[in-house]
C-alpha cells in the first residue's frame, strides 16, 4: 500500500515556476515508478511526466518537455515536478501517482491503471 500526499501548488504568473512535491508513505516506495497528471476543468486526466523506480529514466508529455522536469529521492519517499516558464495553459489540478510499471508505460497506459493517487494540488497560471 502506498498513500500520496501533494503540496506545492498555488498561483503564479506565466512565465515563472513552481515546484510540487509528492511525499509517499509505505515501505516499498522505491520500488514503483512515480508520476504526475493534471486534469483541467472539463477535460480528462492526462499525463505529464514519469520517472523510474531508480530515477535512471524519465519520461516526459511533450506538452512540457523542456519546461517541467521531475526528480525523486528515495530516501526521502519523495518526489518532485520542477515547473519552469508556466503557461496559462498548465492550469490544473496535479496528481501525484504512483504505478508498479516503467516510466514509459506510465506515460501511455490509461491514467484508470494507475495503482495509486494522491489527493491532487492545484495550478493556476496567470496570464
Known amino acids: 500500500q502506498v498513500q500520496l500526499v501533494e503540496s506545492g501548488g498555488g498561483l503564479v504568473q506565466a512565465g515563472g515556476s513552481l515546484r510540487l512535491s509528492c511525499a509517499a508513505s509505505?515501505?516499498?516506495?522505491?520500488?514503483?515508478?512515480m508520476g504526475w497528471f493534471r486534469q483541467a476543468p472539463g477535460k480528462e486526466r492526462e499525463f505529464v511526466a514519469a520517472i523510474s523506480w531508480s530515477g535512471g529514466s524519465t519520461y516526459n508529455a511533450d506538452s512540457v518537455k523542456g519546461r517541467f522536469t521531475i526528480s525523486r529521492d528515495n530516501a526521502k519517499n519523495t518526489v518532485y515536478l520542477q515547473m519552469n516558464s508556466l503557461k496559462p495553459e498548465d492550469t490544473a489540478v496535479y496528481y501525484c501517482a504512483a504505478s508498479f510499471t516503467t516510466a514509459q508505460r506510465m506515460g501511455i497506459m490509461p491514467p484508470r491503471n494507475v495503482d495509486y493517487w494522491g489527493q491532487g494540488t492545484q495550478v493556476t497560471v496567470s496570464s
Open positions: 509505505g515501505r516499498t516506495f522505491s520500488t514503483y515508478a
